[in-house]
């Protein structure tokens, strides 16, 4: 192992001295290692008895428009600098970005960032918004804290995009550097979670969700659709009724449409009318604030204000027009209050 990649990590507990037996804890996995021995995202390595993040300080960068994060209540038509992080505690079968959540460290190429040199990329990219996503950041969880830390003394504001299946005392360790956490749901109960991403819980993910919005962090959710499987109309209306009864019915909801990738490339985009369906479901099931992602143009992409119905936010594929809506986030016609982080 070279001594370059190694990074030693925080939250593990060591359970057999001699044996050099040690137990991560920052996911519910709880990996029990022995000596050489990588964690399920294999990310995390025993090595003689402490445990090393492999994966600090690894990351591809993006600079987008935010709306490509299918975040649209953060920042609207703000730039933002992406980090996409190495590896994932889950092995989703519709992951998009196999290539780099599924990776052996060892074979990354590229140099690593200290979090002071990513964090003045974002600086100097001219973003409002530093991101970090696409794969699952929080494997990574060190660098990701570090990088948001200095970020953040530097006015950023800073957007995580996860899975949400990590241990509460991490999780509320980060959410101390963040200021908007997208959960990507991928399943509304165990089973889904054990045949499409190789394990998970779903009750544990409804308790992350909560903490979230009781520690007053901006919280908005995903979720994958698809006829095969993948989750139906029915998961969208029981997430969204979920969501609308215990924590808020202003949470953004973004039903996301299935694309063929990994080990799902034989299969077809999910169809517009399930997508149309499962809207419609999450609609009656209370939920403010519902998208419809992967469709261009489509009109389930705009925002109107929930009491008179104004068109507040225009999206195209390409475009974000904030028609109605102050800074301080209220309806220009009824001054109605909306869930949204404007400045
Ligand atoms: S973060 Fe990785 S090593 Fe740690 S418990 Fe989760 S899967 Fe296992």
């Given at each position: 192992?070279?001594a370059e990649l190694l990074?030693e990590?925080e939250?593990?507990?060591?359970i057999?001295?001699e044996?050099?037996?040690?137990k991560?804890?920052?996911?519910p996995f709880?990996c029990?290692?022995g ?8 990310a995390?390595?025993n ?9 600090y300080?690894f990351?591809?960068m ?6 490509k ?11 933002a ?10 092995d ?10 599924q ?8 140099k690593?960032y200290?979090?002071?040199?990513a964090?003045?990329?974002g600086l100097?990219s001219?973003s409002?918004v530093?991101v970090?996503?696409d794969?699952?950041?929080?494997v990574s ?5 570090d990088t948001?830390?200095i970020a ?5 504001k800073?957007l995580l995009?996860?899975n949400g299946?990590?241990n509460?005392?991490p999780?509320?360790?980060i959410?101390?550097y ?7 749901v991928?399943?509304?109960d165990?089973d ?5 991403c190789g ?10 969700m909560k903490l979230i919005y009781?520690?007053g962090?901006?919280?908005e959710?995903?979720?994958i659709?698809h006829?095969?499987?993948i989750?139906?109309?029915i ?5 969204a009724?979920f969501l609308a009864?215990e924590?808020?019915?202003?949470i953004?909801?973004h ?9 799902v490339?034989?299969?077809q985009?999910t169809?517009?009318d ?10 009656e099931?209370g939920?403010?604030?519902?998208y ?8 389930e992409?705009?925002t109107?204000?929930p ?12 475009t974000?027009?904030?028609?109605r809506i102050?800074?301080?986030?209220r309806?220009?016609?009824?001054q109605?209050?909306?869930?949204i982080?404007m400045?």
């Open positions: 192992m070279n990074h990590a939250y593990y507990q060591v057999d001295e044996q050099q037996i040690i991560c804890t920052l996911c709880e029990e290692l000596h050489k021995e990588k964690g399920k995202c294999k995390r390595m090595i003689s008895g402490k445990l090393y993040s492999l994966t300080g990351t591809k993006q600079i987008n428009r935010i709306e994060q299918h975040v649209l209540h953060f920042f609207p038509n703000s730039r600098q992406t980090f996409m992080t190495y590896n994932c505690n889950l989703c079968v519709f992951c998009p970005v196999s290539d780099i959540s990776v052996e460290p060892e074979t990354i190429s590229g690593k200290p979090p002071e040199q964090a003045m990329f100097a001219g409002r530093m970090f996503g794969s699952e950041p929080l969880f060190e660098w990701v804290r948001a830390k953040k003394e530097k006015k950023m800073i995009r996860t299946y990590f509460e005392e999780f509320k360790e959410l101390e963040v200021d908007a956490v997208a959960i990507e991928k399943g509304l165990n889904d979670y054990l045949r499409n394990g998970g819980n779903f009750e544990h993910i409804k308790k992350i009781e520690h962090t901006h919280l959710v995903s979720l659709i006829e095969k499987n989750n139906n109309e998961s969208a209306g029981a997430l009724h009864t924590i808020s019915p202003d953004p909801l039903l996301e449409r299935l694309k063929p990738a990994y080990k490339k034989d299969l985009p169809s517009k399930l997508m149309e369906e499962a809207f419609k479901m999450a609609k099931a939920i403010n604030f519902c419809i992602h992967g469709i261009p143009d489509h009109p992409n705009n109107s204000c009491k008179c119905g104004q068109l507040l936010i225009k999206r195209s594929s390409t974000t027009e904030v028609l102050s800074l301080d986030g309806c220009n016609n009824c109605t209050e909306i869930y982080v400045k």
